[in-house]
Nanobody, 124 residues
Framework: QVQLVESGGGLVQAGDSLRLSCAASGRTFSNYAMAWFRQAPGKEREFVATISWSGGSTYYADSVKGRFTISRDNTKNTIYLQMNSLKPEDTAVYFC?????????????????WGQGTWVTVSS
């Protein structure tokens, strides 16, 4: 099993930045591809970004490309989501997710492990 715990959410104004963290414990973290998803009130969960086990490959949703950066530190068993130029439409609960295997996917059902989520609220 892998346990994931997100942190770093909060209330910010449009244009501000936030960095989310997701700490993993359990099995060998470096063997897992990781991702961030988000779910806004009344909407379905949507893909945000994914990173391969090594960190060498990343992929982003069009809505966040150029503003968000996913990264990982396998020595700290942690992934990050640096969010810049935040917009009100980025308001959501942000979840990190993990799956065995080297590469990530945009489909939520490909991921075996999920954190509890952290709220990000962006005011206009």
């Amino acid at each position: 099993q892998v346990q994931l715990v997100e942190s770093g959410g909060g209330l910010v104004q449009a244009g501000d930045s936030l960095r989310l963290s997701c700490a993993a414990s359990g099995r060998t973290f470096s063997n897992y591809a990781m991702a961030w998803f988000r779910q806004a009130p009344g909407k379905e969960r949507e893909f945000v970004a994914t990173i391969s086990w090594s960190g060498g490959s990343t992929y982003y949703a069009d809505s966040v490309k150029g503003r968000f950066t996913i990264s990982r530190d396998n020595t700290k068993n942690t992934i990050y989501l640096q969010m810049n130029s935040l917009k009100p439409e980025d308001t959501a609960v942000y979840f990190c997710a993990g799956r065995g295997g080297g590469h990530g996917y945009i489909d939520a059902d490909k991921y075996n492990y999920w954190g509890q989520g952290t709220w990000v609220t962006v005011s206009s």
